[in-house]
Each structure stands twice: as structure tokens, then as C-alpha cells.
């Protein structure tokens, strides 16, 4: 079985880039969405249902929401009206070398933030180029919070292509 890590290194870089809260990579299969690398935000995964980041893996495009609070299709998510009150989203597929839509690279705060098409052309280039995914054959939990070991435990990640069937 394998599994995808991320460079957090490079996440804390572009959460600093962007001036956001928050700045993750999510992986996604039907159900939920995994947090392989994240900056910001102390939790390993949440339902798929309530997830932003579902939305972004059904095409190629950014996907980017300058006030949640006021966009109907979010407005009542519990991640907008509660904790962490998110607002602000901007989100880009993350592929795997197959070519799969397997999750995101995605920036999230809690103030409302204008995204120009220079900052969706840097978040795309970060997800192309900074954001480096490699496939291993494990990954181990002692190296993580205790909280997060189970995010990485072998057999916790399905096999590529049952995140998504689309291929770019």
C-alpha cells in the first residue's frame, strides 16, 4: 500500500506567502478528506460531506471563495459557522503521477481575502512545482503527533484511483 506525503516545510511557506490562517494538503476518497501536510489547523481529517476541498477535485480549475459566509453554497457549512469559521478558500487539485485528482492544496482563513489571477497562478505553480508528492511505502507515525499517527498508518489511504475517476 501507498501513501503520499507532502513537503510542510513548503506549506508553511505558502501560508506565509498568502498571509492565510491556515494552508493544508488534503487527500480525499468517498467519505473523508485526510490532511497529509497542514499548517494552522490541529485536526488529521473531517467528513468529506462538509468538505471545500470536495468541490475542487471535480474539475482542473481554482477553485477560490472570497467570503464563505456569503456564498449559498457554503453559507451554512458547519466549517463557516463554526470553528474554523472559515471565509476565506482557495483551493487547486493535487494529482497523482497517474493523473488522478487525489486532493488539494488549499489556503483557508477567517477573514474575507480578495485572490488576484497573479495569486491563483502562484497557488497553481505551488501546487505543480513546491508542493512534492512522492509515493512511499510507509511513513512513520513516530515521526508525527500522536493525534495524526493514525493519518499515516499503512492501509489508512485506498489506493489511488478510488479518490476520483476523472482524470485530467
Not at 457549512?77 to 469559521?85: A, D, E, I, Q, R
Not at 488522478?100 to 502562484?122: A, K
Request: aromatic share 8%.
Amino acid at each position: 500500500m501507498q501513501q503520499i506525503v507532502a513537503n510542510t516545510a513548503r506549506i508553511r511557506k505558502a501560508k506565509r506567502l498568502f498571509g492565510v490562517k491556515i494552508c493544508l494538503v488534503s487527500l480525499l476518497d468517498a467519505d473523508r478528506q485526510w490532511f497529509k501536510s497542514k499548517q494552522g489547523i490541529d485536526v488529521c481529517e473531517t467528513d468529506r460531506a462538509i468538505s471545500f476541498c470536495g468541490h475542487v477535485i471535480l474539475d482542473e480549475n481554482i477553485m477560490f471563495i472570497p467570503d464563505a459566509s456569503q456564498d449559498s453554497r457554503f453559507s451554512d457549512n458547519p466549517l463557516v459557522t463554526g470553528p474554523p469559521h472559515i471565509r476565506f478558500y482557495a483551493g487547486c487539485p493535487v494529482h497523482s503521477p497517474e493523473g488522478y485528482r487525489v486532493g488539494t492544496l488549499c489556503l483557508i482563513d477567517s477573514q474575507p481575502h480578495e485572490f488576484s489571477e497573479d495569486d491563483q497562478h502562484i497557488l497553481s505553480s505551488n501546487q505543480r512545482r513546491r508542493v512534492r508528492l512522492q509515493y512511499c511505502s510507509r511513513r512513520k507515525p513516530n515521526n508525527m503527533p500522536p493525534r495524526c499517527a493514525k493519518c499515516a498508518t499503512p492501509g489508512a489511504l485506498p489506493d489511488t484511483p478510488r479518490y476520483s475517476s476523472s482524470r485530467p
